[in-house]
Every structure is written in structure tokens, then in C-alpha cells.
């Protein structure tokens, strides 16, 4: 197969200064994308500001023949992600791949959970994924033609404990992406979300050393930059990947129970529960329609 490559093409990767978002940069910096390193510079909680580090990953970026330059705004405001995406219109003219990658940990068990501590979660990767896909939309809209990238993880697929805050935000952005993957079909605008599991200062609290060593980033990336691609037609996608593994995620549903609505009573429900329950002819469900439709039907 011909080397996939992206000369003319513009990316803008959020949270690009370590771990995925910096392999996300070089990957697409090394095959020829004009990059916008963004990074806030601040530490895994949030606190704090450099420049440091998207500085690096640009100079990392510019050593090796590539192109890039560095952003430094949060994407928890508006005003921030307009000033990212802003970075790449006045530096090349054009934003073809968005990557929202930026995020942040404030791990603690439900039960000690503050109210800051979950709304600093969701600003970061929820507020964070949508103001830079916003300030992205029209000018994608506008030249036919776009790739966005929603970072979730496994968290949000299965629940993880100690992270309900960082669970609740990952799963909302399984939404998000299948949301814009639907609006942005009839455009060629294509969103995808990724699952990842790689080391990163995120992982440093929840992954033992010996097994974060192994996990590099940069097994994480051919993916996303396939799925950024032009030869690439998927779209509403979700896949896990990490450690040389990439698995395809879709939802599927019991072949359940139907009752007459006038037979709806608790004591039906308990009666049929372990059908409801029973999984052996689960069907994949592939959108709102297709699952109305089984409701309506009934009516």
C-alpha cells in the first residue's frame, strides 16, 4: 500500500505538548501536515500555564523537516477554542483535522466528590471537545471537507471507580462524535471517537510503571491519523486501541421482551426479566430510527 500521506492538509491537535497528542502531532508533522501543536502547559490537574512544552513538541516537529507552530489558549472557553482554530487560519489559510485530545484527572471516589472537581473535568474534555469542533464546524462545513477526532476511553465505555467525573466526560463525548459524524455526512466532514489506553501523566496514578512502559503513544496514532485521512470512509465510528491492539465498538441490544401495553404491570416485567436480560440474539443497533422503530411497532 502507497504511503498514507497529508501534504497541503492542516491539523490542529489540542493538548499536543505529552503523551497521545504530542505522537498525534509528530505522526501527522512526519507524513506531512501543517500542524498546530496546542498545549495550555499545565499539569495533569489543570493548574498552571507554559509554553514550554507545546514549544518542544513544535521544535521536535520543525527538526524533523516538518511544519508547525505552537498555541497556548485553553479549550475550556469559547474565546479559547476560537483562538486555537483562529491559530491555523492565520498560519495556513485552512483547518482539515481536528484532534481533541486535551483533558485532565481530578480522580477521587463518588462519595468525596466536589462539585469543582467535576465541573473542571467536564470544562476540560467535554466544553473543552466542544468549543474547538464549534470554532471548527463552518470553515469545515464551508470547504466540504473535515476530520474530527473525540478522545474518550475506557472509563467512559465500562465505568472505572474513583473516576465518575472523568467516566460521565468520556462517555459524553461517545455522543458528541456520533452526533457530528451524522451532521457532517452530506459535507465529507467525518468524526470518529477513540478509546485509548497509553501512557501518558494521566495514566502515571492508575497504571502500575512496569506496564506504562509498554504502552507507548505511539501505538495509539496510525490509527488516528488513518481515521484522519482521506482515504479513510469511516464515520460514527468508536474503537479501543493501545498496545498494538484496535477493536470496532458498536452497540448492540437484547432481542428482549414485548408486552401488550395494557399488560405492563411490575409483576410482568419481573416475570419476563430474565428474557429482557438474555443477550444470545443481540442485535447491533446503528441509529435512533432503528431503535424507535421496534417501539413504534408495538404501538
Known sequence: MADIRFDGRVAVVTGA????????????????????????????????????????????????????????????????????????????????????????????????????????????????????????????????????IMTSSAAGIYGNFGQSNYSAAKMALIGLGQTLALEGKKYSIHSNTIAPIADSRLTATVLPDDIRKKLKPEYVSPLVAYLCSEQCEATGGLFEVGAGSFFHLNWYRSEGSTLKTEDVTIENVAENFSKITDMTNAKAMGSIQESTMSFMANL
Open 17 to 148: 505538548g505529552g503523551g497521545l497528542g504530542r505522537s498525534h502531532a509528530l505522526l501527522l508533522g512526519s507524513r506531512g501536515a501543517k500542524v498546530v501543536v496546542n498545549d495550555l502547559g499545565g499539569a495533569p490537574d489543570g493548574t498552571g500555564e507554559s509554553k514550554m512544552m507545546a514549544d518542544k513538541v513544535v521544535e521536535e516537529i520543525q527538526s524533523a523537516g516538518g511544519e508547525a507552530v505552537p498555541n497556548y489558549d485553553s479549550v475550556a472557553t469559547m474565546d479559547g477554542g476560537a483562538g486555537i482554530i483562529q491559530t491555523a487560519m492565520d498560519s495556513y489559510g485552512r483547518i482539515d483535522i481536528l484532534i481533541n485530545n486535551a483533558g485532565i484527572l481530578r480522580d477521587v471516589s463518588f462519595l468525596k466528590m466536589p462539585e469543582e472537581s467535576w465541573d473542571i473535568i467536564f470544562s476540560v474534555h467535554v466544553k473543552g471537545s466542544f468549543c474547538c469542533s464549534k470554532a471548527t464546524w463552518p470553515i469545515m462545513r464551508e470547504q466540504q471537507y473535515g476530520r474530527i
